[in-house]
């Protein structure tokens, strides 16, 4: 414990901005952890419910995590290490990926599990950092840089992905991300139709549009608005708050790659 | 009872306390060394798909016309005598694992050589293919390591446990023998740099 004393200049809640603390830390109970403070809440939010959206359909668990520096290590083999820590994806199946964020390094590597290798191949994830993500990095703009990465990785694990980057010049941008929005505000409107009748039958009540749902809850914070009927990782452990459940002992062995802005 | 009796039931229950104890450690040792086992192959498996990936690297850069002839032939010697050397899982000697690496690291370096070449041709360096081939091997690089490292750990968990007492009676007594495991290569201790 040589490096006490840095505690005692940084302000508390800088520990996890270093990517080392993160394996003697808590393992976080969501998808998103943004620690060195890039995102808006309502970004974190966004992206926390894609992705949970994702890993409630498909058991794959596609995690998001900024810190400001990986304390000098090889980006690659630090998220590898921290995602094997923390089992991201389910046992046995070795679906987890990682998208680790060193902001201040400039940095980002996404690492996934044995069991995605044969179709997120390291080249692929090269091109999706080199195309994909860091037009949008290299403008600040992580939120979208994110968005896309993720988006991406789930196009390649469906089969969609098609490779086109330059997204970000040209109106078509715009275009996709409408779509996108719509996409998820039908995935929306599914699941608090879901919910909605769920509650009605149990409790007599909560028999609400769901559009009046959607209108009421900002868009798109659905936190502890149930979820509790998908339900993946350890043996279905809820947390109160909501939706995620955990990471569900996915393993992991340098698969992936990283690029710098 | 007689006292005979007693003494005879009293050396019956330490004889099965002791058999007990004896197949308990030797069934846990036993794991202990399966478990490296299985480590070394996923080293031998990561190893393997770097090996694999050099033929198409070779083919990719050998289409340069001015291709440095004497870095590639490096890589081709280095990767055959690399691939000639195996290490059977029953035998994970100190030796064996010496020899194993010296020949990987010897590879290793020819392949750093022929990617530091490699900056002198801006059109290979564009070349999809070879951007693709360069990817796949930085990303083997990591597996390496990160598979050296659980089975080195998984080393040093059984070598302790066969040399410390009393587990060792029975270690020595069955043939359980010290393994080897990867020291840090010279001049490597971080990954090979294979940047873009």
């Known amino acids: 414990m040589k490096y006490w004393i840095i505690y005692l200049v940084i302000p508390f809640g800088m520990f996890a901005q270093n990517a080392q603390h993160l394996l003697n830390a808590p393992i976080p109970n969501k998808l998103v952890s943004d620690f060195s403070d890039i995102l808006s809440p309502q970004e974190e939010v966004y992206l926390e419910n894609l992705l949970l959206d994702y890993a409630d359909t498909t058991s794959t668990q596609i995690s998001i995590v900024t810190v400001a520096t990986t304390g000098g290590d090889n980006i690659n083999l630090i998220t590898a290490e921290i995602a094997a820590k923390w089992k991201i994806g389910q046992k046995d199946r070795d679906n987890g990926c990682l998208i680790m964020v060193a902001s201040v390094d400039r940095e980002v590597s996404i690492q996934n599990g044995y069991g995605l290798e044969p179709y997120l191949t390291d080249f692929t994830t090269k091109q999706i950092i080199e195309t994909e993500i860091l037009p949008y990095f290299k403008q600040q703009d992580y939120f979208n840089g994110l968005l896309v990465g993720a988006n991406s990785i789930i196009e390649v694990l469906n089969g969609t992905y098609d490779g086109n980057g330059g997204r970000l010049s040209g109106s078509s941008s715009g275009k996709k991300n409408f779509g996108k929005l719509i996409i998820l505000i039908i995935f929306i409107l599914i699941y608090l139709s879901r919910n909605s009748k769920v509650g009605g039958s149990r409790n007599g009540e909560f028999r609400v549009s769901p559009l009046w749902w959607l209108l009421s809850s900002g868009g798109y914070t659905m936190r502890g608005r149930g979820y509790s009927t998908g339900g993946y990782g350890k043996g279905g452990r809820f947390s109160s708050s909501g939706g995620f459940g955990g990471f569900g002992g996915g393993d992991f062995g340098g698969g992936g790659a990283s690029g710098s802005w | ?196």
């Open chain 2, 1 to 196: 009872m007689k006292k005979s009796t007693v003494t005879l039931l009293t050396s019956i229950g330490i004889l099965v306390v002791i058999v007990g104890w004896v197949v308990r450690a030797y069934n846990g040792l036993i794991t202990l060394d399966e478990e490296t086992n299985g480590k070394w192959a996923q080293v031998e498996s990561a190893y393997q798909r770097r090996a694999d990936l050099i033929p198409n690297l070779v083919n990719t850069v050998k289409g340069y016309a001015d291709f440095e002839k004497e870095t590639l032939t490096g890589v081709i010697e280095a990767r055959s005598k690399a691939t000639g050397i195996t290490v059977d899982a029953n035998n994970l000697s100190p030796e064996a694992i010496t020899n194993f690496q010296a020949a990987q690291s010897q590879l290793g370096s020819a392949l750093s050589r022929l990617l530091v070449t490699v900056e002198r041709y801006p059109d290979l360096k564009a070349n999809q293919n070879f951007l693709g081939l360069q990817s796949q091997l930085e990303g083997t690089e990591n597996r390496i390591k990160i598979e050296r490292d659980r089975f080195n750990t998984s080393i040093k968990n059984y070598n302790s446990t066969i040399r410390k007492f009393p587990k060792t009676l029975i270690a020595s007594r069955f043939g359980f023998e010290k393994k080897g495991y990867f020291e840090t290569d010279q001049g490597t201790e971080n990954v090979p740099d294979v940047s873009f």
